[in-house]
């Protein structure tokens, strides 16, 4: 049986890839225009599983799909680190000179400035999402309209790459999660956790959960605050560890849950980072 797997964008996107790459080629997919649109897949269960971009090493965290996760209760089950590579493809036949405008999502947009700038005469137009760009230039036959979108679309769509690798910075790379409504099975396999606390506004008291960690020989890969909507100046913390000694790992967990006002783990699972 096909597994069920919603992504962010069209069929030839990094999500697809991301989804691919986990699952294989047997796998049914729900394209989402929007995270939100994603995540309503999960909770409808139309999907089983969703792939999720969270943070990029140029553009940084995707706060709101922090926000997303928490809110709706997903479980992250999985990570992949995927380097991003950007291709400008348009209709077979044409070259840079035939070309008037570029759509595709703003991400993209930005992280190609450079190499607009040496080809003044092409409009960058923003647009849903990269993949999804490349599908309409094939199916309504655009021409003078490229796509930046990964060669995986090119090749699915039948567009010819009329530049590879135009991205400014070439070591560019995406964290996506895997997420699910369902709660996983504990495996004493895992090396990483995602996890969410509020402390109260007390000194000192931040620095005393990292203490902990560091105690419990967890190494903190990531740290990001989000503003407690309902209450002014409070945030939530949610962090990433890894760690080699699942016992370690349950003896800190332990001891936040006493010292934070909430607490809650958003997933254990596999580090993804090579």
């Not at 699910?180 to 895992?190: C, F, H, L, Y």
């Amino acid at each position: 049986m096909k597994k069920i797997i919603a992504i962010q964008g069209a069929e030839g996107s990094n999500h697809h890839k991301v989804a691919k790459d986990f699952y294989g080629e047997e796998i049914q997919l729900i394209e989402c225009m929007s995270f939100d649109a994603l995540v309503a897949s999960l909770l409808d269960k139309s999907a089983s599983l969703g792939v999720m971009a969270l943070e990029n090493t140029i553009a940084g965290s995707i706060i709101p799909n922090y926000a997303l996760i928490d809110a709706n209760n997903l479980h992250i089950t999985n990570e992949e680190y995927l380097n991003i590579h950007h291709h400008l493809m348009a209709l077979k036949g044409q070259n840079i000179a035939d070309i008037k405008e570029v759509w595709s999502h703003p991400m993209a947009l930005l992280q190609c400035k450079a190499f607009f700038k040496k080809h003044p005469h092409i409009k960058l137009v923003e647009d849903a999402d990269t993949a999804e760009v490349a599908k309409r230039i094939a199916k309504e036959n655009l021409k003078g309209i490229a796509a930046i979108a990964p060669k995986i679309a090119a090749e699915i769509f039948g567009l010819a790459i009329l530049e590879d690798e135009i991205q400014t910075i070439k070591d560019n790379s995406t964290r996506f999660v895997i997420v699910q409504t369902a709660k996983p099975a504990v495996n004493e396999t895992v090396n990483k956790a995602s996890l969410k606390f509020q402390l109260d506004h007390k000194r000192g008291s931040l620095a005393a959960i990292l203490n902990v960690l560091s105690d419990c020989k967890m190494n903190l890969t990531k740290i990001q605050s989000l503003p407690v909507i309902e209450t002014p100046w409070k945030y939530s913390f949610f962090v990433d560890v890894t760690f080699e000694d699942y016992k370690e790992y349950q003896k800190a967990i332990a001891i936040i849950e006493i010292m934070a006002a909430q607490f809650k783990i958003l997933g254990t699972y596999k580090n993804g980072r090579k």
